[in-house]
């Protein structure tokens, strides 16, 4: 079940500083500018290029000495109860709530739709075992209830301990759930114990590596997580673009599996079974054949990618680049880098999502954006 902690956080006056996104996602002009002008950044924690000459291990030390900095600043301190926290994220026109608090790794039911690489498994376990603490929720989801759902808008009557927006426009709130709140909160969970993992499957793969090698520490068994009402989770497509500067493509290629017609609606919504970008059109395709319509990049890879373009590793393949669909047309920027041909899918549903976890399968490749995105460094959860 998930169980309330005594989270390391932000003071509330530092809240809005103190968050930050994936280092994957500053370019280095942004991650200069952050750890210049903001000292209260969780960059300044992790902050990589400062540590780039160093062993992993020497990295990873410095990594919680920064930490432990901040804390004898007081920029971080640690709640003296264990609390519940529910966290809501506003962006574009959609709201997204969830439930923060600990999960047992060894005897929580989580179902898992990814495959992990074991390097980058081995990697992250090597850096929490070191630094001793996580900085990110993973992302799990489950059946809806409509007693926590009441209990979670009850709650966001009362005054968050924050509430700020980001610089990319993004509205952050957090509340404490303390005394008969959390007892309620905590029986609540205590009736379904099985979880659907939607994003980290890495970290979780590493912290089950760390719960085993720390068998001796309780804390080390557990992993930050945020628990979200299935009805309620986020799910997008990627758009797959494709540099076809060494292929010999035609439209005409198409013709004997798909009825293919020039787009005319918007962007909200995708039409027919995939929408194509080729020549400065959008094209709607329709397949004349059986697909299995629940898996789209699935059938996009067997009827085109693999067969028509030769991509048979849609993972490694380097004529493909992956963007995060949206309600909007993308490709005068992707022709701009040089993708001439670009391909919309429907979303992947919450039930085939769910149905391909409980058979212990995996998704195809950047099956799924899920949101919300959760930042580093809103709260902590120090284990050692």
């Given amino acids: 079940m998930l169980k309330p902690f005594r989270a390391v956080r932000a003071e509330r006056n530092k809240a809005h500083l103190v968050p930050s996104r994936s280092v994957d996602l500053y370019s280095a002009e942004q991650l200069y500018d952050k750890l210049r002008n903001n000292p209260y950044s969780f960059l300044q924690v992790i902050r990589p290029e400062a540590d780039i000459l160093l062993t992993n291990q020497e990295r990873f030390e410095r990594i919680r000495s920064r930490l432990n900095q901040f804390i004898d600043k007081g920029t971080f301190r640690q709640d003296e109860a264990p609390s519940y926290f529910l966290y809501e ?22 179902h898992l ?31 809806s209830d409509s007693q926590r759902t009441d209990l979670m808008e009850k709650i966001k009557l009362t005054v968050p301990i924050f509430d700020f ?9 957090l509340w404490a759930i303390t005394g008969d709140l ?11 114990n099985e979880y659907f993992l939607a994003d980290g499957h890495h970290r979780f793969g590493s912290t089950k590596r760390v719960a085993e090698s720390m068998k001796h520490c309780e804390e080390a068994q557990m992993i ?29 290629q198409l013709y004997d599996r798909f009825e293919v017609n020039k787009k ?38 067997s009827s085109i990618l693999d067969p028509i373009l030769g991509i048979k590793d849609a993972k490694k393949d380097r004529r493909i680049t992956y963007v995060h669909q949206k309600a909007i047309d993308q490709s005068q920027e992707m022709l701009a880098k040089g993708l001439e041909v670009g391909f919309r899918l429907p ?38």
């Fill in 264 to 301: 005319v609606g918007g962007f909200e919504i995708v039409e027919g079974d995939i929408e194509m970008f080729f020549q400065g059109k959008w094209f709607v395709l329709k397949s004349m054949q059986t697909i299995n319509r629940d898996l789209p990049p699935e059938y996009l890879f």
């Fill in 165 to 173: 927006f980001t610089t990319n426009e993004i509205g952050h709130k």
């Fill in 224 to 252: 930050l997580t945020m628990f979200m009402d299935e009805k309620e989770i986020g799910i997008d497509s990627f758009e797959r673009w494709i540099n076809i500067s060494d292929m010999n493509f035609s439209i005409d």
């Fill in 113 to 143: 739709h990814e495959k992990t690489l074991e390097s980058r498994e081995k990697l992250f376990a090597e850096y929490l075992e070191s630094t001793g603490f996580q900085a990110e929720p993973i992302l799990v989801f489950g059946a």
């Fill in 89 to 110: 994220q506003k962006s574009a026109g959609r709201t997204y709530s969830g439930i923060i608090g600990l999960l047992d790794v060894n005897k929580a039911e989580v």
């Fill in 182 to 192: 959390k007892i309620t909160l905590e029986e609540n969970f205590r009736k379904n």
């Fill in 347 to 384: 979303a992947v549903s919450v039930e085939t999502l769910k149905k391909t976890a409980l058979a212990g399968g995996t998704m195809p490749p950047k099956s799924t954006y899920i949101e919300p995105k959760l930042r580093s460094g809103m709260m902590l959860h120090v284990f050692k």
